[in-house]
């Protein structure tokens, strides 16, 4: 990849604060904005820009008057899609996000047929497969952001614990991007130290509550989502994906045959380089995690399912 150019499709908190820490990073050439709200693109692609004058590497950030304008992209960050509200149904949900990530897809398919796309909207496991489906590309070039992020929450909370640096603690979380995450803080170190000789049994279970409430309280606070560890996780994706680093990241992919499973999208430890997903590292599971990992996939089929009973993949 020579261009090193990204696309981001959705210039709302996630979308932006991705924009904004790549071009503080410095990791693209090139970035392109597009939102559908009026504006809004338009407006932060030139705060941005204003920005990175004081960035270490220049970086064009221009928007997007429409989706065909995300064209000639190496990655193309999708976050569009719309949160769940009142008396709506998760099927509803699937329903929505599905036909936004078709619809924003296809003309990714059309006017960037060589990008690799990084999917960040929600339900994130089923909007990957749907991504994968879509394109009909190898699945090695449909990657969801998913353990990325959780499992900086990981770090964060192993850190708030034992009160050493997160930059040195491992991270590793697999399964769906939602209830039924599996945090694995009992696999990872910090520096060289295994966590299972720093904490006990008993914290390290509330290790894993935590990570998996970890957005749930953000929300508490904010109201809102999170956007700035999200954003930043996304930067990290992209950045071992142009500087074709063969870092190792739980993302969501689409598994042919990987822990027994096929056709579904989950979250697993990969190898990210300059063709997207180069490996996928299939760790050997205990009883007890294989058992959880199967509830999570289940989940994942279930909504899978939604959009095939409605006939949503008809012609695709």
Same mark, same amino acid.
């Given at each position: ?19 904004? !820490?790549?071009?503080?990073?410095? !990791? ?28 270490? &590497? ?76 879509? !394109? ?10 998913? +353990? ?8 964060? &909370? ?46 390290? &279970? ?69 063709? +997207? ?36 993949? !008809? +012609?695709?």
């Amino acid at each position: 990849m020579k261009s090193r150019k990204v696309g981001i499709v959705g210039a709302g908190a996630v979308g932006a604060t991705t924009a904004y !820490t790549l071009a503080m990073m410095g !990791t693209c050439h090139e970035i392109v904005l597009f939102d559908i709200a009026e504006g809004v693109a338009k407006g932060k692609a030139i705060d941005m820009a204003q920005a990175s004058y004081y960035s270490q &590497q220049g970086t064009i950030i221009t928007a997007a008057e429409k989706p065909e304008d995300i064209k000639d992209c190496d990655i193309v960050v999708v976050t569009a899609g719309v949160p769940r509200k009142g008396d709506m149904t998760r099927a509803d949900l699937l329903m929505i996000n599905a036909k936004i990530t078709k619809q924003v897809v296809e003309n990714i398919k059309e006017n960037s047929p060589n990008a690799i796309i990084i999917c960040v909207s929600n339900p994130l496991d089923v909007m990957t497969y749907v991504t994968k489906r879509v !394109t009909g590309w190898d699945s090695s070039r449909i990657i969801g952001l998913a +353990g990325a992020l959780d499992g900086s929450r990981m770090a964060y &909370q192993i850190s708030k614990l034992t009160g050493y640096a997160s930059n040195q603690t491992g991270s590793l979380v697999i399964g769906d991007h939602g209830e039924n995450m599996i945090p694995l803080p009992s696999k990872v170190s910090v520096g060289d130290i295994p966590l299972t000789s720093l904490v006990s049994k008993e914290d390290m &279970q509330g290790i894993i509550e935590r990570t998996k409430n970890g957005g749930a309280e953000i929300v508490k606070h904010l109201g809102t989502s999170g956007y700035y560890g999200p954003g930043r996780a996304i930067a990290h994706m992209v950045e071992s994906i142009l500087n074709d680093s063969k870092a190792i990241v739980s993302s969501c992919t689409v598994l042919n045959g990987e822990y027994g499973y096929s056709d579904v999208a989950v979250g697993v430890p990969v190898v990210l380089g300059a063709n +997207g997903v180069e490996k996928i590292i299939e760790l050997d599971l205990d009883k007890e995690t294989k058992e959880k990992f199967a509830i999570s996939v289940k989940s994942i089929e279930d909504g899978i399912n939604i959009l095939k009973e409605n006939n949503f993949f !008809t +012609g695709v």
